[in-house]
């Protein structure tokens, strides 16, 4: 276990060097388009699932299949399909954040008030302005939940995908580390990753707070 | 004087549109092949206040939500206008919409925002425009429920139990205020009630649902305001109550 002040010496020297900054940006880079791609595709197979009988039929029986397999044991197949360059890294990461937004999403649009969609209904709403007004900012703090998970997952992601063959990234400086025996640099990376996670997940909060303005604040009881 | 001229008002726009608002024959409506409305014929003239009473589960919600258009499967002949609209005993507003982007909802008139505040005016909530839903209190919100369904100008507005939840004085508050705002805009109204003092304050006419028809038509001739000490009062509360079978 390395002395706090070796930690913080080595951190120091990371920044110096140019080490850090280039490195935590690809980490970032790769959790963000992973993320985005995870979300989008997760959201898009929610709506249609959760919106059209015929979406449910085709989607969510493969998903909810395809969830049940932890998507990192899906690595060596990524790794002979694409490679050992960005792709695979971004497809676990995309992999890991689509279910939890799924998950959630789908069945906060099924649990959409059906009382508030029937007063759409005899306001003369059409069904697609229900499914706008009505359906989806229903389901909006159902997917808000979904994205916090879904960037801890990524997150996880990516601290295993960058285990693997990578040449940059905080993985990287970390795999590095082990094979110089840096024990204090090893540390620094896991602060680093730690500190991502929690910058991140505010966002998501901040976020919260700002579209979820309607709701009272919530006390703990 | 003032009323007088709403009554002739009234009067000859049942002459325009010539014919009942709502015409219902026959109207039968299985739930797993029990019927809970047997060929029930219902009619209300253009301007009438209809109060329906009845007992827990005899299909007064379910006429309603007929007559709303929710319910999908009726068979017999049901006519209504197409302007009609619904206050439901829950306000049902939009928690993520602001109030008055709530009454312009589904509003398809130009200027939507100045309607929404005329609106929100007469039932006393200008000063609640911007505020949302949550923070209303109970009745403010069935306010902006009335205001929501008053500014499509409805030929038929359906109240179903509307004040059931709220209390006492919030109550007879909401009673006055809907006999006023019946009187401005005169749609036709079905008010379903559990209440027959409710009935008898508010409807020109005041009907009990038994065994799935219209068990008894009482015309409520009153002058309002109504006064529960009217004797005339006291013999329709008997023969209302006596009808969903509470002795008096």
């Given at each position: 276990m390395p002395a706090p002040s070796l930690i913080v010496s080595s951190f120091w020297?990371?920044?110096?060097?140019?080490?850090?900054?280039?490195?935590?940006?690809?980490?970032?880079?790769?959790?963000?388009?992973?993320?985005?791609?995870?979300?989008?595709?997760?959201?898009?197979?929610?709506?249609?699932?959760?919106?059209?009988?015929?979406?449910?039929?085709?989607?969510?029986?493969?998903?909810?299949?395809?969830?049940?397999?932890?998507?990192l044991a899906l690595i060596p197949l990524m790794i002979l399909w694409f490679g050992?360059?960005?792709?695979?890294?971004?497809?676990?990461?995309?992999?890991?954040?689509?279910?939890?937004?799924?998950?959630?999403?789908?069945?906060?649009?099924r649990g959409a008030d059906r009382?508030?969609?029937?007063?759409?209904?005899?306001?003369?709403?059409?069904?697609?302005?229900?499914?706008?007004?009505?359906?989806?900012?229903?389901?909006?703090?159902?997917?808000l939940v979904g994205l916090r998970q879904a960037l801890g997952i990524a997150w996880i992601s990516l601290v295993v995908a960058e285990q693997i063959n990578a040449s940059s990234g905080i993985g990287?400086?970390?795999?590095?580390?082990?094979?110089?025996?840096?024990?204090?640099?090893?540390?620094?990376?896991?602060?680093?990753?730690?500190?991502?996670?929690?910058?991140t997940d505010r966002l998501v909060r901040?976020?919260?707070v700002r579209l979820l303005a309607w709701r009272p604040a919530t006390l703990p009881v | 004087m003032n009323m007088v001229t709403e009554e002739a008002t009234r009067a000859s726009e049942a002459l325009q549109s010539a014919g009942p608002a709502v015409e219902v024959r026959g109207l039968t409506r299985e739930f797993a092949g029990n019927a809970v409305l047997r060929g029930l014929d219902l009619r209300i003239n253009p301007g009438e206040f209809v109060a329906l009473l009845g007992r827990s589960g005899s299909g007064k919600s379910t006429l309603l939500r007929t007559l709303a258009g929710l319910d999908a499967a009726p068979a017999g002949t049901v006519q209504v206008p197409v302007a009609r609209t619904v206050v439901f005993q829950e306000p049902r507003l939009l928690p993520w919409k602001r109030v008055w982007r709530n009454v312009t909802l589904g509003l398809r008139s130009a200027d939507p925002k100045a309607r929404a505040e005329?609106?929100?005016?007469?039932?006393?909530?200008?000063?609640?425009?911007?505020?949302?839903?949550?923070?209303?209190?109970?009745?403010?919100?069935?306010?902006?429920?009335?205001?929501?369904?008053?500014?499509?100008?409805?030929?038929?507005?359906?109240?179903?139990?509307?004040?059931?939840?709220?209390?006492?004085?919030?109550?007879?508050?909401?009673?006055?205020?809907?006999t006023d705002l019946w009187r401005v805009h005169s749609p036709a109204v079905l008010l379903v009630t559990h209440d027959v003092d409710e009935a008898l304050t508010l409807a020109d006419r005041a009907l009990v649902l038994e065994h799935g028809k219209i068990a008894l038509d009482i015309e409520v001739t009153m002058p309002r305001p109504r006064q529960p000490d009217d004797p005339t009062f006291g013999e329709q509360r008997r023969l209302l109550l006596t009808a969903l079978g509470v002795a008096a």
């Open positions: 020297n990371l920044i110096v060097t140019g080490q850090l900054w280039p490195n935590l940006l690809v980490s970032l880079g790769r959790v963000l388009v992973g993320l985005a791609a995870g979300v989008a595709v997760g959201t898009a197979l929610a709506l249609w699932s959760g919106l059209t009988r015929l979406g449910e039929d085709v989607v969510d029986p493969p998903v909810q299949m395809a969830r049940t397999l932890p998507h050992i360059g960005e792709t695979p890294k971004i497809v676990i990461i995309a992999l890991g954040a689509t279910f939890p937004i799924y998950l959630n999403l789908f069945s906060a649009i009382k508030l969609q029937e007063a759409g209904v005899v306001l003369g709403l059409t069904r697609r302005e229900t499914v706008w007004h009505v359906v989806l900012p229903a389901a909006l703090p159902g997917f990287y400086l970390v795999m590095n580390a082990r094979d110089f025996l840096q024990t204090d640099v090893i540390f620094d990376g896991l602060l680093v990753y730690a500190a991502l996670g929690l910058a901040l976020l919260e | 005329a609106a929100l005016d007469e039932v006393g909530l200008s000063h609640r425009l911007n505020a949302w839903p949550l923070t209303l209190s109970g009745g403010e919100a069935q306010r902006a429920a009335l205001a929501r369904a008053l500014v499509r100008e409805p030929a038929l507005l359906l109240l179903d139990e509307p004040f059931a939840a709220l209390d006492a004085l919030t109550r007879i508050r909401m009673q006055a205020l809907v």
